[in-house]
C-alpha cells in the first residue's frame, strides 16, 4: 500500500471514531467537503476516503459500514494503536498529518510500519516505572517541604491513576508536579503525551521536578510552566505512544534552586 493511502487510514480512523465531533473539531462543514478536501491533500481518490472511513465504521457505531466483511489486518493494527488516545491526541496528529509540512519523515515512516501487513502481532504490555524515576520520585516524597518557599500545601500521591502527574500540592492553589530522575548530572528526559497535555493545560501550576545525580549527591531543578520553557521534540512509536524529548542540552543550561 502507498504512503498516502496509509497515512488517510489514520485520517479516516479519526472521522469513523468521532463521525460528527470530528467534522467539526478539523473544519469541515460536511462529509462532502472534507472528502474532497482530504483527497486533495493527500492524493488519494475522493471515493476511497469515504470507503475507508466506512471500514472502520462497524467498532464506532455511528454507520453500519462494512459489517459485512472482517476487517483487514492494516485497519486492525491502526485501531489497536490509537484506540487508547484521547480525541486532542488523535486530532493533532491527523492535522499533522493533513498538512505535510508539520510531521516529520521519520515520524511517517513510523505511521506506515505500525500499519504494515509484515508487522508482527505483538501483546501490549504496560511498562513499569525505572528504578531512577521510582528513587527520584521516593527523594521527592521525602524532602517535598525543603521546597515549600516555591510549591506549598498538603502532598497528595496520585502516580497510580494515570493522570499526567505524579503528585499534587494542594495550598492557596492546587499544584501538579511530575519527578523525573536522572542518575547523573546530565541527560534529557521523556514526557509522556499525557504528560505534556498536563503542561499545557496547567501552565504556571504545573511543575517538574528534575532530581539528578541521583547515586551520589543529588541535585533538584524545579521547572514550573515546562511548556512555556521547553520545546521537546514529538516522536512516535508503536501502539501508538506519543512522548516528548526534552534534550540535554535544555536541561543543563536550566538554572538549580
Same mark, same amino acid.
Given at each position: 500500500m502507498e504512503a498516502n493511502h496509509i497515512l488517510t487510514l489514520y485520517v479516516t480512523y479519526y472521522l469513523s471514531r468521532y463521525d460528527?465531533?470530528?467534522?467539526?473539531?478539523?473544519?469541515?462543514?460536511?462529509?462532502?467537503?472534507?472528502?474532497?478536501?482530504?483527497?486533495?491533500?493527500?492524493?488519494?481518490?475522493?471515493?476511497?476516503v469515504q470507503n475507508w472511513r466506512d471500514e472502520f465504521d462497524p467498532i464506532h457505531g455511528f454507520r453500519k459500514g462494512w459489517?459485512?466483511?472482517?476487517?483487514?489486518?492494516?485497519?486492525?493494527?491502526?485501531?489497536?494503536?490509537l484506540e487508547n488516545l484521547e480525541e486532542e491526541t488523535i486530532r493533532n496528529l491527523v492535522?499533522? %498529518?493533513l498538512s505535510s509540512?508539520? *510531521? #516529520?519523515?521519520? &515520524? %511517517?515512516?513510523?505511521?506506515?510500519? *505500525? #500499519?504494515?501487513? &509484515?508487522?508482527?502481532?505483538?501483546?501490549?504490555e504496560f511498562i513499569p516505572?525505572?528504578?531512577?524515576?521510582?528513587?527520584?520520585?521516593?527523594y521527592f516524597i521525602k524532602h517535598h517541604t525543603e521546597f515549600k518557599e516555591l510549591i506549598s500545601g498538603k502532598l497528595i500521591d496520585t502516580r497510580s491513576l494515570g493522570t499526567g502527574y505524579d503528585f499534587m500540592i494542594e495550598g492557596k492553589t492546587t499544584n501538579y508536579i511530575e519527578v523525573k530522575g536522572l542518575s547523573s548530572f546530565k541527560g534529557g528526559i521523556l514526557l509522556t503525551d499525557k504528560e505534556w497535555s498536563m503542561a499545557n493545560k496547567y501552565k504556571t501550576k504545573y511543575f517538574i521536578i528534575l532530581i539528578s545525580n541521583l547515586d551520589e549527591n543529588p541535585n533538584v531543578k524545579i521547572i514550573q510552566n515546562p511548556s512555556?520553557?521547553?520545546?521537546?521534540?514529538?516522536s512516535i512509536s508503536t501502539s501508538i505512544v506519543i512522548n516528548w524529548n526534552v534534550s540535554s542540552t535544555q536541561i543543563h543550561h536550566l538554572k538549580n534552586i
Open positions: 460528527k465531533l470530528g467534522l467539526k473539531k478539523l473544519g469541515y462543514k460536511n462529509w462532502t467537503v472534507a472528502f474532497k478536501d482530504i483527497a486533495n491533500r493527500l492524493d488519494v481518490n475522493e471515493h476511497s459489517h459485512q466483511r472482517n476487517m483487514s489486518p492494516s485497519r486492525i493494527r491502526i485501531v489497536k494503536a492535522l499533522e %498529518i509540512k508539520n *510531521i #516529520s519523515n521519520q &515520524n %511517517i515512516e513510523e505511521l506506515i510500519r *505500525i #500499519s504494515s501487513e &509484515n508487522e508482527i502481532e505483538t501483546e501490549f516505572r525505572g528504578i531512577t524515576g521510582n528513587n527520584a520520585e521516593q512555556k520553557i521547553l520545546t521537546p521534540k514529538k
